[in-house]
């Protein structure tokens, strides 16, 4: 079956412009994922979904980001207002169950900001 | 003080040379330990999880946890060339948190 895809795989955006990323999750999962990868780092934790709810967004680093999964499987992570430090690479990954499961990665979104 | 130190290498080996990648990590409320492997322009992908002390294996491949001194390790028996890609320690907290709390990577390279 198909994994997790994102789309675009890479965006250039100007700063001060607005993105959007999304994420297609494997068909049944019920949890999702963001991370932000900066080069040569490991993702770091941004946001969690469990269905359509969003139980954690503690790790977004402002209000200039923003996440939804409204029907409960695609969702779409938003950054408004673009800035330099805003460039890196955006993995979603889902996971079954809602809880400690295996998580499934997508390719990532490689965003930069010029 | 990081959550979680990894030495991100470069490391070289030979192929067919046995790899040792190692974690440290200082929060006591890790609950599960997980080594990832990410080729270049790819996503994570999970090679070993295990939530408790001890070794675990799984072909080429085995997991070490030491949880009285907060240490991880993955162990590759037999590189090959196709094992080149960085490596990945994470965590996952015990309770209701499930997100992944990763390491800086480890980036190998086996030499044919």
């Known amino acids: 079956g198909a994994g997790v895809s994102q789309s675009p795989r890479y965006k250039v955006a100007k700063r001060g412009q607005d993105v959007a990323l999304r994420c297609d999750p494997i068909?049944?999962?019920?949890?999702l994922f963001w991370y932000q990868q900066a080069l040569g780092q490991g993702p770091e934790f941004l946001t969690y979904f469990q269905n359509e709810a969003q139980l954690d967004k503690s790790g977004l680093p402002s209000d200039r980001f923003f996440a939804e999964r409204p029907e409960g499987s695609v969702s779409t992570l938003k950054i408004q207002r673009t800035q330099q430090e805003d460039s890196a690479v955006y993995l979603c990954?889902?996971?079954?169950?809602?809880?400690?499961?295996?998580?499934?990665f997508g390719p990532g979104t490689r965003l930069t900001v010029l | 003080q990081k959550e979680v130190e990894q030495d991100p290498g470069p490391l070289s080996v030979p192929e067919g040379a046995i790899v040792s990648l190692n974690c440290t990590y200082s929060n006591s409320a890790f609950q599960y330990f997980m080594w990832y492997r990410q080729y270049s322009r790819k996503g994570p992908e999970l090679l070993m999880y295990t939530y408790s002390s001890g070794n675990k294996e799984d072909g080429r491949f085995t997991a070490q946890v030491d949880k009285s001194s907060k240490y991880i390790s993955l162990f590759i028996r037999d590189s090959q060339p196709s094992d080149s890609a960085t490596y990945l320690c994470a965590f996952v907290y015990s309770g209701s948190a499930r997100q992944l709390t990763f390491g800086s990577g480890t980036q190998l390279t086996v030499l044919p």
């Open positions: 068909s049944g999962h019920v949890s």
């Open positions: 990954a889902s996971s079954l169950g809602a809880g400690a499961d295996t998580q499934y």
